[in-house]
């Protein structure tokens, strides 16, 4: 098989052999180094978010490591990570990073996957004692897990929990045919979750023996990134891991095979519970050679592909918009095969209309061979690298204002994949140098050869629902389908692109009548058509405008016999395009641009929200104007996305989980119209016209808007912008009066328990808990405090002394509105025959606070997090945003006093709450879904 990057070597400006290419440089302020016991470090200084700073290890190991006697136990080492080191005995660990504010299954994680291991502290407070005490959680994550046999024996139980949870037909499908999908291959008996039998049968030394043969430090990797010293980092990490020992006689690191397939690979398979059609291509590639990766060879293959993957996805969403078309949606990407990194795979997913897949299958491949034989079009290629440029752009303006994340991905995936821990500044100066050099015919060659064989590494994978009524296609059918699209008489595609400015003539420009300041140092502007504008300006992301607006009157204010039209409204007015284009036409014409713009009809609102780099912020108020002048009309479209709504839908309640959320919305809401979701029995009864109609009349006039703008955009523009294309829009003599009906919970002690059919026996506890109580920040902060400290108490009598369930989360807010309300949420996916036991802790976690009150360790856990986060979002202009649209909508400041609120929480406050509110009132609904017998 020709491989891609031989291909890349072959251009005229790469033409050197493999060893002469250039490197990509590293990242000039990353510390990269090598130990004598060869653990590998990345070590950067970063200042964002100031004063936290994040800590990984990557392990190049993962469960293809495994025996066949360990099948499961790469990911049951994971979750013992967390429960005992040599330094952190028991729950010692949870319990200090928590006690610093880091949340545990958030900021405090790990992954396990075929071929890695990654451990993750994030967000983790600067002081020197949380640096050291960090380091030596990576370093006894490293070597020193207790890995005691009690805690072993209580993780099983866990384990089997996720297993249930993540059981869906998808998985099902895709575990039980691994070895036809991996023919010969050790991936296919290697799936992470592993075997229930090894589960729980398991020795403990056998886990023992997994964790002192594969963890070790040749095959680790450390990164630390944040606003620390890297010199004095990086002298810790050489204190604190020089001295771990690689195994005596190690054995040796195998990277596992996946061998080609001489034939073609087809897999037909359906479950119970699987909802919709679904055919998956794969043409298998080798992947670049590791020695290649952090060459100029990486970075030039990715933005080629993506190239070819953008402009393929576009001819994939014309094709399903004729009305002819088999498919609903098809899709492209390339990247890993399945889950084995030591094989790519250029990949194309398909979804089908019902009874069409072997169509659905031809005129996809048909599309994929007008791409081999004539390639991409000059425009195509232009468009898509305009939309990569345009992103990359954007990410470099802004490359001082990056966030830990950023760096600790990067240099994660250089660790474990080789590829190059280079700066934003140098990507892009590769991609403006090389970009304009490639022709279309580079992107032609590259796509005949990803595409070119269907008879060698070539894989179909096709799954359905077990349903009376739903004929799976054979294999010869599907066969056929890639043969005839094979041999089709085909023509060269033609690019269809309208050449016209979105908007023809400008507005007669209106005027700002008054300027004032407002609250948390946001402008407001009043407009001579009655609009509002607020705006502050931020340099927290030098890329990023927001903007938001907000009218009183939402589906409230819309006919009864409209309702189910104006719920479904913004979802197909979203995808119709705006003024003379058509959705795809608008697409192609905002190519380049990074900006977004969506509606939406609330219960008591209309809203829009948009975003945009400061360079197109004038194409933005461009799209605003038009969604209230000329709001776009694609009836193609339209039927496009209702007939990939039937689909969905026509098997949704085979889904356990469907079930449980119309359960939650007929027990809380019963079966509210105005949340009642859209069901397959109501696609009948919309209307595109009507929708139309519904849309104009709510996004009529711009007068009876505020509009809130956030972000690095630059004061004499935004005047500009504003006065051409928001005070321009008409306005209204009065505004809408805000309304004072919504939707409410039900009240009273609610048990909705009932049961039904599953593949994998599962079970759900939902519980809410609601009611009416004057809003205040303290009452707010209260109700949060609550739903934390349950989820601590929970997780340790749950999850950790009852094996009933992975997870269990408890939430609390209290909020303002119509009515000022409180809300306690549970939700606890749960081990069935235990289900009971979990409802009796569940309430015994909230009686208990009622009569002792919560202790000052969990309360300052709570403290510690909420004033972290809180000191985060300062820097986030999504915050800023709602902070201004509470005050100017509700006259509510939920900045000023925050701190002080918090610190000044007591045990108290929280028992009273829960003991003269919450059981006072006694609003508890739940919902228990379990398996049918």
Not at 177 to 184: D, Q, R, S, V
Not at 378 to 407: F, L, T
Not at 696 to 707: I, L, P, Q, V
Not at 824 to 835: D, G, H, N, R
Request: with cysteine; glycine share 6%; hydrophobic share 35%.
């Amino acid at each position: 098989m020709k491989k891609l990057f031989i291909l890349l070597l072959m251009l005229p400006f790469m033409a050197v052999q493999a060893q002469q290419l250039p490197e990509v440089p590293n990242d000039p302020e990353v510390r990269i180094g090598k130990l004598e016991n060869g653990l590998t470090y990345y070590i950067r200084h970063n200042n964002l978010p100031e004063n936290q700073a994040c800590f990984y290890i990557a392990q190049r190991v993962g469960s293809v490591q495994e025996e066949e006697s360990q099948r499961g136990l790469a990911h049951f080492l994971e979750h013992m990570a967390f429960n005992g080191t040599t330094s952190f005995p028991g729950n010692n660990m949870i319990n200090y990073l928590e006690s610093i504010g880091i949340n545990f299954g958030g900021e405090l994680n790990a992954y396990t996957g075929a071929d890695e291991t990654v451990y993750n502290i994030d967000a983790v407070p600067v002081t020197p004692g949380h640096i050291d005490s960090c380091l030596l959680i990576l370093h006894d994550w490293s070597n020193s897990l207790l890995l005691e046999d009690a805690e072993i024996d209580k993780e099983r139980g866990v384990i089997h929990e996720e297993w249930r949870l993540r059981s869906s037909a998808m998985m099902r499908m895709l575990e039980r045919n691994l070895e036809t999908i991996y023919p010969n291959s050790r991936y296919g008996r290697r799936f992470p979750i592993g075997l229930m039998e090894v589960i729980d049968n398991f020795a403990p030394d056998t886990l023992r023996a997994y964790y002192h043969r594969w963890y070790r430090p040749e095959l680790q990797g450390i990164v630390v990134v944040g606003d620390i010293d890297v010199a004095e980092v990086e002298q810790k990490v050489k204190n604190l891991f020089s001295d771990i020992k690689n195994p005596e006689n190690p054995s040796p690191y195998l990277e596992y095979e996946v061998p080609d397939n001489e034939t073609p690979i087809y897999v037909i398979d359906k479950d119970k519970e699987q909802t919709i059609e679904m055919i998956m291509v794969s043409f298998k590639q080798d992947p670049m050679p590791r020695e290649l990766r952090k060459t100029m060879a990486k970075p030039l293959q990715d933005f080629i592909v993506n190239v070819i993957t953008m402009a393929l996805n576009k001819r994939f969403d014309e094709l399903s918009q004729q009305e002819d078309c088999p498919f609903n949606e098809a899709g492209c990407d390339y990247g890993t095969y399945i889950m084995s990194k030591t094989k790519d795979a250029f990949n194309v997913n398909i979804m089908p209309k019902p009874g069409k897949s072997a169509e659905a299958l031809k005129v996809v491949m048909q599309e994929l061979e007008r791409a081999h034989r004539f390639g991409l079009t000059g425009s195509e290629v232009i468009r898509a690298r305009e939309e990569i440029m345009s992103a990359k752009e954007a990410q470099y303006n802004n490359r001082e204002k990056q966030y830990n994340n950023h760096y600790v991905q990067k240099f994660v995936r250089s660790y474990l994949d080789g590829t190059p821990a280079s700066n934003i500044e140098t990507e892009y100066q590769i991609l403006q140098m090389v970009a304009p050099q490639l022709p279309a015919e580079t992107y032609s060659e590259l796509v005949k050869e990803m595409v070119a064989s269907t008879d060698t590494n070539f894989v179909v994978l096709a799954f359905y629902p077990e349903k009376e009524g739903v004929v799976m296609p054979t294999q010869e059918e599907l066969r056929n389908a890639v043969s005839e699209a094979k041999a089709a008489q085909l023509e060269a595609y033609v690019d269809n692109v309208k050449n016209e400015p979105l908007i023809a003539t400008l507005p007669a420009p209106g005027s700002i009548t008054k300027e004032e300041p407002s609250k948390f140092g946001y402008t407001k502007w009043t407009l001579s058509n009655g609009a509002n504008v607020y705006f502050k300006h931020t340099d927290h992301n030098l890329s990023s405008v927001s903007l938001s607006a907000r009218s009183e009157g939402g589906l409230r204010r819309v006919k009864q016999e409209d309702l189910l039209n104006a719920k479904n409204t913004a979802t197909f007015m979203n995808s119709s395009g705006l003024g003379n284009f058509k959705n795809l036409e608008l697409e192609k014409a905002l190519a380049g641009k990074q900006v977004s713009l969506s509606s939406n009809i609330a219960e008591n609102t209309e809203v829009l929200i948009g975003s945009s780099t400061p360079k197109d912020l004038r194409t933005l108020f461009e799209m605003v104007y038009l969604t209230f002048t000329q709001p776009g009309y694609d009836a193609d479209n339209y039927k496009k996305m209702l007939g990939s709504m039937r689909t969905q839908l026509e098997n949704a309640d085979k889904v356990p989980e469907s079930a449980l959320s119309d359960s939650l919305i007929s027990t809380l809401f019963k079966n509210n119209a105005y949340v009642k979701p859209t069901k397959l029995a109501d696609l009948d009864n919309l209307d595109y016209d009507a929708m139309q109609r519904i849309f104009r009349e709510r996004f009529n006039s711009a007068g009876d808007f505020d509009f809130y703008v956030t972000g690095n955009f630059d004061a004499d523009s935004l005047r500009l912008f504003t006065e051409q294309y928001i005070a321009s829009l008409p306005g209204v003599n009065q505004r809408e009066a805000r309304g004072n009906e919504k939707v409410d919970m039900v009240k009273g002690t609610v048990m909705n328990r009932f049961t039904r059919k599953m593949e994998t026996p599962k079970s759900y506890i939902f519980q809410i808990w609601n009611g009416e109580e004057p809003y205040s920040m303290k009452e707010a902060a209260i109700v949060d405090a609550l739903g934390q400290i349950l989820s601590q108490r929970y997780l340790k009598s749950i999850r950790e002394e009852g094996s009933m369930a992975y997870s269990v989360q408890a939430s609390g807010s209290a909020d303002f509105g119509i009515k000022d309300e409180y809300s306690l949420s549970i939700i606890c996916p749960v081990k069935p025959e235990k289900a009971d036991s979990a409802l009796i802790l569940i309430r015994q976690g909230i009686e208990e606070i009622a009569k002792d009150g919560v202790t000052k360790e969990e309360l300052d856990k709570v403290i510690t997090y909420n004033v972290k986060s809180y000191q985060d979002n300062q820097k986030n202009n999504g915050y800023w945003a709602g902070l201004i649209s509470s005050y100017v909508n509700w006259n509510k400041d939920t900045q000023t006093g925050y701190i002080e609120t918090q610190q000044a929480l007591t045990s108290k406050d929280i028992q009273d709450f829960v003991k003269k509110v919450l059981l006072k009132q006694n609003n508890c609904a739940t919902v228990l879904m379990l398996p049918e017998e």
